[in-house]
T-cell receptor, first 116, second 116 residues
Framework: AQSVTQPDARVTVSEGASLQLRCKYSYFGTPYLFWYVQYPRQGLQLLLK??????VVQGVNGFEAEFSKSNSSFHLRKASVHWSDWAVYFCAVSMNTGGLSGKLTFGEGTQVTVIS | EAAVTQSPRSKVAVTGGKVTLSCHQT?????MYWYRQDTGHGLRLIHY???????EKGDIPDGYKASRPSQENFSLILELASLSQTAVYFC???????????????FGEGTRLSVL
């Protein structure tokens, strides 16, 4: 069965510093991968998505992620963090069989705290 | 604008009572999903649907029923609510098809359910 691991439950970063959030997946085959962000008491918003192709994908608000098949990873990066990036970030994987891209397996999430 | 709307946004229910959570999408998506989020954890799939009048079990279907009376509407039903079903519930929808042209699932704002 597919699974997603986000090894860092909490990350604290200074405003203006760079950010990397780790995501490891377990899946037999070619995965479809997503990063979502959840602001307090809100739903999930898509940051970026990976479908088989270029391993580096660009997302919204300056986020990017890099897919590595050899490392089974899909790490999220941002060069310069803003206070508005304070949120919970979820990595998710989909088999996308039969077009079911919404049938996702989520990681536990990483809480990002931004300090000045 | 594409949207997934959930109602109610929050609800307090009594143990043993019946609860119905509703979801409406204006995205013309074929697929709809119900996820559950427990505090400090990722989302888990409860039920999903390919088409109106048909539902499928997800990863944690016990204690829940689903109903898809039309393409736009998808309900989650707790016939006998229990304390362990206190959580935030998210509805999502996605387009059919695979590959780059397929959109990532869109999520609603969530319904916060407390069972007392």
């Amino acid at each position: 069965a597919q699974s997603v691991t986000q090894p860092d439950a909490r990350v604290t970063v200074s405003e203006g510093a760079s950010l990397q959030l780790r995501c490891k997946y377990s899946y037999f085959g070619t995965p479809y991968l997503f990063w979502y962000v959840q602001y307090p008491r809100q739903g999930l918003q898509l940051l970026l998505k990976y479908y088989p192709g270029d391993p580096v994908v660009q997302g919204v608000n300056g986020f990017e992620a890099e897919f590595s098949k050899s490392n089974s990873s899909f790490h999220l990066r941002k060069a310069s963090v803003h206070w508005s990036d304070w949120a919970v970030y979820f990595c998710a994987v989909s088999m996308n069989t039969g077009g079911l891209s919404g049938k996702l397996t989520f990681g536990e999430g990483t809480q990002v705290t931004v300090i000045s | 604008e594409a949207a997934v709307t959930q109602s109610p946004r929050s609800k307090v229910a009594v143990t043993g009572g019946k609860v119905t959570l509703s979801c409406h999408q204006t995205n013309n998506h074929d697929y709809m999903y119900w996820y559950r989020q427990d505090t400090g954890h990722g989302l888990r799939l409860i039920h999903y649907s390919y088409v109106a009048d048909s539902t499928e079990k997800g990863d944690i279907p016990d204690g829940y029923k689903a109903s898809r009376p039309s393409q736009e509407n998808f309900s989650l039903i707790l016939e006998l609510a229990s304390l362990s079903q206190t959580a935030v519930y998210f509805c999502a929808s996605s387009a059919a098809g695979t590959g780059e042209g397929n959109q990532a699932p869109l999520f609603g704002e969530g319904t916060r359910l407390s069972v007392l």
